[in-house]
């Protein structure tokens, strides 16, 4: 099992950036994807960004591209969101998870292939 912690959330302006990042403990972190996902209130939880567990593989969804970059440092157990040029519509809770299969090399974007969820970490952006 493994246990994921998010921080960096807080409330920006537009046009903002934060940073976003989410530490595993447990099981060896290394081997497995990782996602980000978010959840407005009253919205259904939506895909973010991902990337494989070597790293060399990503994805972004439509609404983020261009404006977030998810890496890893898997000597820290350590997965980043980093969000610029932030807007109203980022603001919800954001989640990070691991995929459900080790040695993925791809960057999936649906929301059960993952688990291990985090807490969450707040995110608002003020217009």
């Known amino acids: 099992q493994v246990q994921l912690v998010e921080s960096g959330g807080g409330s920006v302006q537009a046009g903002g950036s934060l940073r976003l990042s989410c530490a595993a403990s447990g099981r060896t972190f290394t081997y497995y994807g990782m996602g980000w996902f978010r959840q407005a209130p009253g919205k259904e939880r939506e895909f973010v960004a991902a990337?494989?567990?070597?790293?060399?593989?990503?994805s972004y969804a439509d609404s983020v591209k261009d404006r977030f970059t998810i890496s890893r440092d898997n000597a820290k157990n350590t997965v980043y969101l980093q969000m610029n040029s932030l807007k109203p519509e980022d603001t919800a809770v954001y989640y990070c998870a691991t995929n459900r299969a080790a040695y993925s090399g791809s960057a999936y974007t649906a929301d059960d292939l993952y688990t291990n969820w985090g807490q969450g970490t707040q995110v608002s952006v003020s217009s």
């Open positions: 990337i494989s567990w070597s790293g060399l593989s990503t």
